[in-house]
Nanobody
Framework: QVQLAESGGGSVQSGGSLRLSCAAS????????MGWFRQVPGKEREGVAS???????DYAESVRERFTISQEDAKNTLYLQMNRLKPEDTAMYYC?????????????????WGQGTQVTVSS
């Protein structure tokens, strides 16, 4: 069992930065696939970034070169550094964990979810 809690969302202007955090408790999450997803009302949840159990990362094309996913094992915390934010990045952001060897972009493959944190980017 893993419990996840996101924080760090907020409102910023276009071009600004935010860092999201996801605190994990319960089982050691280092053996899990960890991902960040986002969702806007009326649209499907989409994958943003992921980090595999071996530490390799992957990004959606829309955020590549702007977002960075990382984890700090000592704090059991997952991060998403978001730079050069755009209005189209506005969404509810969720972190997710799944006992998988590699991280898929399919939300249903993940077992554990946080409650989400809202990111709003104004133009």
């Amino acid at each position: 069992q893993v419990q996840l809690a996101e924080s760090g969302g907020g409102s910023v202007q276009s071009g600004g930065s935010l860092r999201l955090s996801c605190a994990a408790s319960g089982d050691s999450y280092s053996t899990y696939c960890m991902g960040w997803f986002r969702q806007v009302p009326g649209k499907e949840r989409e994958g943003v970034a992921s980090i595999n159990p071996d530490g390799t990362t992957d990004y959606a094309e829309s955020v590549r070169e702007r977002f960075t996913i990382s984890q700090e094992d000592a704090k059991n915390t997952l991060y998403l550094q978001m730079n050069r934010l755009k209005p189209e990045d506005t969404a509810m952001y969720y972190c997710a964990a799944g006992y998988l060897f590699t991280c898929p972009w399919t939300p249903s493959r993940y077992t554990y979810w946080g409650q989400g944190t809202q990111v709003t980017v104004s133009s």
